[in-house]
């Protein structure tokens, strides 16, 4: 081989080179997120900051009902590296101990009647006189399957407090078998319905009727599932839904909502996911986000997993 053969081979070598530590630098960090889909909004809006303090990083994101995201998860074909629950008991219950080894709660919200000023008798609902409305045989609403969704199970939640509030015997069955064509995966499924009067009212979390522009009736804190002094009231309620094996179910009860996340054992991006965790958590970043779109940080909470958190991230909920 001539000399100019031998300096174009070793000229490609250096080219071949040099893309493999380009490939290996930020710019080819590709992080996959997957979470509620009543996070869709400050999940994107979470990220697109976090890009911004870390240019070249990639994140992919998936908008699921969270139980149907555990899921996610837990399919071995599914790459995934941070896990964000609109419940946090859906860690608990599905990921813990075979597919994540914590979490942490890093967020609140409160259930709404959902609905458009052409909603059929939209001027004259109240507090008092919801389940009438929603009970008309001319009105359609829908709610999130229970079986896949956080916001399914506490519309249940919601629904059989208000039996009891109402001293109303059998008012949940009427509600709970009305519409049952209009239950959908996840809450967010529910808004294009609403949006083309293809149905009336959705239950769904008030930040998301915030984030959309929606209007909604301000449930009392005795069915909003939003006060935590009130969780021996909520926990009054209860259903069974699908576990993660064929034919398990686990019974869920009620309690003020928590919204979680964790890092699964799956991850290919150890250092990266913790630190987009980090970024959620920190109260000027990812939490200021959530806080402006209805969501707002969590107070006192007894974690049995903070020992076991990795150490960056129990700084940040300890500082």
């Known amino acids: ?8 081979v070793i000229s490609a070598l250096a080219v071949i080179v040099s893309c493999h530590q380009t490939g290996n630098s930020d710019s080819s960090i590709t992080l996959h997120v997957i979470h509620a889909g009543s996070l869709t909004q400050p999940v994107h809006e979470i990220a697109d900051a976090f890009k911004k303090e870390n240019p070249g990083v990639v994140i992919l994101t998936e908008a699921w009902g969270s139980k149907a995201g555990a899921r996610r998860v837990i399919d071995i074909n599914t790459p995934a590296d941070i896990f964000l629950s609109a419940d ?3 860690i608990e219950n599905m990921l813990i101990p075979d597919h994540a080894s914590w979490y942490i709660p890093f967020a609140t919200n409160e ?7 052409k909603s059929r008798y939209a001027e004259s609902i109240t507090v008092a006189n919801w389940h009438e409305i929603l009970l008309k045989p001319d009105v359609k609403f829908g709610r999130s399957n229970p079986d896949m969704d956080p916001c399914g199970v506490r519309s249940v939640f919601a629904i059989q407090l208000a039996e009891d509030l109402e001293n109303d015997v059998g008012l949940a069955e009427k509600l709970l078998q009305k519409d049952k064509d209009n239950i959908r995966p996840k809450e967010t499924d529910l808004i294009a319905l609403l949006e083309s009067h293809h149905i009336d009212y959705i239950f769904l979390y008030k930040s ?4 959309h522009g929606l209007e909604y009736l301000q449930l009392p804190d005795s069915l909003s599932l939003g006060n935590f ?9 209860s259903v069974q839904t699908l576990g ?10 009620g309690e003020a909502m928590v919204y979680g996340l964790t890092i699964p054992h799956k991850t290919t991006e150890m250092e990266w996911a913790e630190k987009f965790v980090t970024f959620v958590l920190d109260p000027k970043k990812g939490q200021e986000i959530l806080s402006r779109m209805g969501q707002e ?5 007894v974690n049995p997993y903070t020992e076991i958190i990795p150490e ?8």
Not at 1 to 8: A, E, P, Q
Not at 244 to 253: A, F, K, L, N, S
Not at 312 to 319: D, T
């Open 111 to 117: 259930l709404a009647i959902v609905y458009t000023p």
């Open 297 to 301: 940080p969590i107070g006192e909470f």
């Open 229 to 237: 002094t009130l969780n021996d009231w909520y926990r009054q309620a």
């Open 88 to 90: 946090y008991m859906v």
């Open 244 to 253: 993660t094996e064929p034919g398990e179910t686990i019974t869920e009860y």
């Open 312 to 319: 960056k991230l129990r700084q940040k909920i300890n500082p």
């Open 1 to 8: 081989m001539n000399i100019f053969k031998r300096l174009l």
């Open 208 to 211: 998301v009727a915030v984030q």
